[in-house]
């Protein structure tokens, strides 16, 4: 009997910790979709996919800051913020302004929008843009070539780096999620 009742703790103890994590999670994900909304359209990006990409680079924790000085929600790196800043015609612009969400999100999707555009001539432009925003347009000029130059499924073959190419494929997937909970009626 005193087994029954450990396991029986247990499986509550498991139903409650799981419930408080998915919970923790809807917040989080929630918590910026106005910044993420007011982004995607300013620069006409999916507002689904900018979340993906905030999902993939911090987990939606604006505090997060990278190894290579990226910063936020998106993981701005300082030329690309830079250049976001120009663009808006911001004097005042610090690399550190990205910690707020708000101007993280407009800084990143901003960026993003401008790689879609980069790659509008493919089949799909999205896993050039986020292979390029995660690994730079360099290597994405060496993973393009033959049938990649067009053809995006091609193209993720191609992909040399492994954590690029998983970047790539992990965000299409939430993106894919993201598209689909939405057509539901979730954001």
Request: proline share 4%.
């Amino acid at each position: 009997m005193k087994r029954r009742k450990r396991i029986v703790l247990l499986a509550c103890l498991l139903v409650v910790l799981a419930t408080a994590w998915v919970g923790l999670s809807v917040w989080r994900e929630r918590r910026f979709l106005s910044q993420i909304q007011t982004a995607a359209r300013r620069y006409r990006v999916d507002p689904m996919l900018v979340k993906a990409v905030v999902w993939r680079e911090s987990r939606f924790r604006p505090e997060k800051q990278g190894l290579k000085g990226e910063i936020g929600l998106m993981q701005i790196q300082e030329p690309a913020a830079r250049e976001w800043a120009s663009a808006e015609h911001l004097r005042a612009f610090t690399h550190e302004d990205c910690r707020d969400a708000g101007t993280n999100t407009l800084a990143g999707t901003y960026y993003l929008g401008k790689l879609l555009k980069r790659y509008a001539g493919t089949d799909d432009p999205i896993p050039y843009a986020l292979a390029d925003y995660n690994a730079g347009r360099s290597n994405v000029l060496k993973w393009n070539g033959g049938p990649g130059t067009t053809n995006s499924a091609v193209f993720i073959q191609q992909i040399s780096f492994p954590g690029t190419r998983d970047y790539v494929r992990a965000v299409m997937r939430r993106y894919a999620l993201y598209r689909f909970l939405s057509g539901l009626g979730w954001s």
